[in-house]
Protein backbone atom coordinates (compact mmCIF):
# COMPACT_ATOMS: atom_id res chain seq x y z
CA UNK A 1 0.00 0.00 0.00
CA UNK A 2 1.01 3.28 -0.66
CA UNK A 3 2.01 5.81 1.72
CA UNK A 4 1.45 8.90 -0.21
CA UNK A 5 -1.33 10.39 -1.71
CA UNK A 6 -2.11 12.99 -3.80
CA UNK A 7 -5.06 14.45 -5.65
CA UNK A 8 -5.46 16.99 -8.02
CA UNK A 9 -8.09 19.65 -7.48
CA UNK A 10 -9.12 22.75 -9.35
CA UNK A 11 -9.44 25.71 -6.70
CA UNK A 12 -11.11 28.69 -7.72
CA UNK A 13 -9.37 31.92 -7.00
CA UNK A 14 -11.76 34.91 -4.98
CA UNK A 15 -11.01 38.09 -6.48
CA UNK A 16 -12.76 40.98 -7.46
CA UNK A 17 -12.65 40.59 -10.89
CA UNK A 18 -16.46 39.30 -11.98
CA UNK A 19 -15.06 35.75 -13.12
CA UNK A 20 -12.78 33.59 -10.54
CA UNK A 21 -10.15 32.10 -12.22
CA UNK A 22 -9.37 28.77 -11.94
CA UNK A 23 -5.85 27.21 -10.44
CA UNK A 24 -4.69 23.79 -10.40
CA UNK A 25 -4.00 22.78 -6.98
CA UNK A 26 -2.72 19.21 -5.60
CA UNK A 27 -4.05 17.54 -2.09
CA UNK A 28 -0.90 15.71 -0.61
CA UNK A 29 -0.86 13.24 2.61
CA UNK A 30 1.78 11.39 3.66
CA UNK A 31 1.66 8.55 6.62
CA UNK A 32 5.07 9.58 7.69
CA UNK A 33 3.52 13.12 8.62
CA UNK A 34 -0.03 11.64 9.50
CA UNK A 35 -1.30 14.94 11.23
CA UNK A 36 -0.95 16.97 8.28
CA UNK A 37 -1.99 17.90 5.15
CA UNK A 38 -0.25 20.04 2.04
CA UNK A 39 -1.89 22.07 -0.65
CA UNK A 40 0.00 23.22 -3.48
CA UNK A 41 -0.15 26.00 -5.83
CA UNK A 42 1.69 25.74 -9.50
CA UNK A 43 4.27 28.64 -10.17
CA UNK A 44 2.05 29.93 -12.55
CA UNK A 45 -0.71 30.70 -10.13
CA UNK A 46 1.02 32.60 -7.96
CA UNK A 47 2.32 36.03 -8.02
CA UNK A 48 5.85 35.12 -7.36
CA UNK A 49 6.07 32.79 -10.15
CA UNK A 50 6.96 30.10 -7.55
CA UNK A 51 5.34 26.78 -6.50
CA UNK A 52 3.50 27.67 -2.97
CA UNK A 53 2.72 25.13 -0.30
CA UNK A 54 0.38 25.52 2.71
CA UNK A 55 1.17 22.71 5.25
CA UNK A 56 -2.32 22.49 7.69
CA UNK A 57 -2.98 20.00 9.86
CA UNK A 58 -5.79 17.41 8.68
CA UNK A 59 -8.33 17.86 10.94
CA UNK A 60 -8.94 21.21 10.09
CA UNK A 61 -9.81 20.45 6.97
CA UNK A 62 -11.87 17.98 7.83
CA UNK A 63 -13.95 20.23 10.13
CA UNK A 64 -13.78 23.11 8.22
CA UNK A 65 -16.41 20.87 5.49
CA UNK A 66 -18.79 21.37 8.33
CA UNK A 67 -18.24 24.16 10.23
CA UNK A 68 -15.75 27.39 10.33
CA UNK A 69 -12.45 26.32 11.60
CA UNK A 70 -8.87 28.10 12.08
CA UNK A 71 -7.65 30.77 13.32
CA UNK A 72 -3.64 31.02 12.12
CA UNK A 73 -2.21 30.89 9.16
CA UNK A 74 -5.31 28.79 7.07
CA UNK A 75 -8.57 28.88 7.84
CA UNK A 76 -11.09 26.60 5.96
CA UNK A 77 -15.31 26.70 6.18
CA UNK A 78 -17.96 25.64 4.03
CA UNK A 79 -19.05 28.02 1.39
CA UNK A 80 -22.54 27.07 0.18
CA UNK A 81 -23.89 23.21 -0.47
CA UNK A 82 -20.71 22.17 -2.58
CA UNK A 83 -18.05 24.08 -1.85
CA UNK A 84 -15.58 24.78 0.58
CA UNK A 85 -13.52 27.69 1.29
CA UNK A 86 -9.92 27.48 2.20
CA UNK A 87 -8.27 31.28 3.41
CA UNK A 88 -4.15 31.37 3.40
CA UNK A 89 -3.14 34.20 5.38
CA UNK A 90 0.70 35.57 4.92
CA UNK A 91 2.42 38.91 5.54
CA UNK A 92 2.11 39.55 1.74
CA UNK A 93 -1.20 39.23 2.14
CA UNK A 94 -4.16 36.59 2.01
CA UNK A 95 -5.63 34.43 -1.13
CA UNK A 96 -9.14 32.89 -0.51
CA UNK A 97 -9.74 29.81 -2.60
CA UNK A 98 -12.90 28.11 -3.21
CA UNK A 99 -12.50 23.66 -3.67
CA UNK A 100 -15.37 21.52 -4.67
CA UNK A 101 -16.03 19.62 -1.15
CA UNK A 102 -16.52 16.49 -2.86
CA UNK A 103 -13.18 16.46 -3.63
CA UNK A 104 -12.25 17.50 -0.19
CA UNK A 105 -14.40 14.67 1.27
CA UNK A 106 -13.07 12.28 -0.89
CA UNK A 107 -9.44 12.97 -0.24
CA UNK A 108 -9.99 12.83 3.33
CA UNK A 109 -11.62 9.68 2.34
CA UNK A 110 -8.81 8.17 0.86
CA UNK A 111 -6.80 9.54 3.76
CA UNK A 112 -8.75 7.85 6.87
CA UNK A 113 -8.31 4.35 4.94
CA UNK A 114 -3.99 5.27 5.16
CA UNK A 115 -4.68 6.61 8.94
CA UNK A 116 -7.33 6.08 10.54
CA UNK A 117 -8.34 9.34 12.18
CA UNK A 118 -7.57 9.16 15.94
CA UNK A 119 -4.67 6.94 15.01
CA UNK A 120 -1.64 9.54 13.92
CA UNK A 121 0.13 8.43 16.80
CA UNK A 122 0.93 4.67 15.55
CA UNK A 123 2.36 6.48 12.36
CA UNK A 124 4.81 8.31 14.04
CA UNK A 125 8.61 7.42 14.43
CA UNK A 126 9.61 9.32 17.34
CA UNK A 127 12.98 8.29 17.79
CA UNK A 128 13.79 9.36 14.39
CA UNK A 129 12.60 12.43 14.67
CA UNK A 130 14.25 13.18 18.04
CA UNK A 131 17.14 12.02 16.49
CA UNK A 132 16.80 14.85 13.23
CA UNK A 133 16.01 17.56 16.08
CA UNK A 134 19.01 17.03 17.76
CA UNK A 135 21.34 16.69 14.45
CA UNK A 136 19.61 19.74 13.22
CA UNK A 137 20.52 21.36 16.68
CA UNK A 138 24.37 20.64 16.25
Do not use: K
Not at 26 to 38: E, G, M, N, Q, S
Not at 94 to 114: I, K, W
Amino acid sequence: MSIVIEQLVEARLVADAPRMPSIPATLHYDRRDPFAVRMTFPAPATLEDVEVCWTFARDLLAAGLCAPDGYGDVRVRPYGPDRTMLEFHAPEGTAVVHVCSDDVRRFLTATGALVPAGQEHRHLDLDQDLAELMRDAC
